[in-house]
């Protein structure tokens, strides 16, 4: 009986070890910043326009505006948890060729960006980079597409509960932060021990604007159930599209369905605008 005793007594010194270190050590399993950016959009043969701007809390923060050609639409692109902006390049150049403009940026503490990020910090950047666009640069709340992958996908979708936006994008996203620490971490009490919230599937009850959702069903990171609830939680006018390949790489080893997908899309939502601004002048 004594041996039992100390047997229970020793699992559970090391499962509170372990709920304390996962406690403390989230901020580095959730956020993997990269400082150096050695390349830019020049490298594909884009112009592109280096922009410095300011959060509400003070920290001046790097991103690039990529300009297309003629285009109405502007993408406000909110990128995952690891890297940079730089590691988005082959999407700023399919982007590019859809004929969408791009402004992309990094949360504090990645690339030039200044500060340590944090959950409300990554809100306040993003509405930092919405104001910029929309006040510097002078782009319309109607002809923003919010555009999130993976973590950007739920920071995308905070934005859009916020300000006024034209549309929106969520690739490869998770429904909370909570849901995808069970899916990792299935036998901690993840709630009690979460420090973050990232509440997608909240957000996106709150958005009234064309949601498109686009996940892949071979996705190792984040279920590609999540994506369906994501769709099922959506307002009208929503739309889903499932490519295939892993979490990183899908929108690239699915090019083509996601590129034709997006281009169908971008036509209907176009129609939507058209609708929407006939209705309101009536």
Known sequence: M?????????????????GLSLYFMQPVFLYSPVREVPYTPEELGLDFEKVVFKSSDGLMLSGWYIPAKGSELTVLFCHGNGGNMMHCLDTINILYNLGLNCFIFDYRGYGNSEGKPGEEGTYLDAAAAYKWLTEKKGVSPEDIIAFGRSLGGSIAAR???????????????FTSYVDIGRKFYPYMPVRWFARFSYRTIDYIKDIHCP????????????????????????????????????????????????????????????????????????
């Open 2 to 18: 004594l041996i039992f005793v100390e047997i229970l007594a020793v699992l559970f010194i090391a499962y509170s070890c372990l």
């Open 159 to 173: 934005l859009a509960t916020r300000v006024k936006v034209g549309a929106l994008i969520i690739e490869s996203g």
């Open 211 to 282: 949601v498109l959702i686009i996940h892949s069903r071979n996705d190792e990171t984040v279920p590609f159930e999540f994506g369906l609830e994501l769709y099922e939680t959506a307002n009208e006018p929503r739309e889903f599209v499932e490519i295939f390949g892993s979490h990183n790489d899908g929108f690239l080893v699915s090019s083509e369905i996601y590129k034709s997908a997006l281009t169908k899309w971008l036509k209907s939502l176009k129609k939507h605008k058209g609708h929407t601004h006939r209705t309101h002048v009536s």
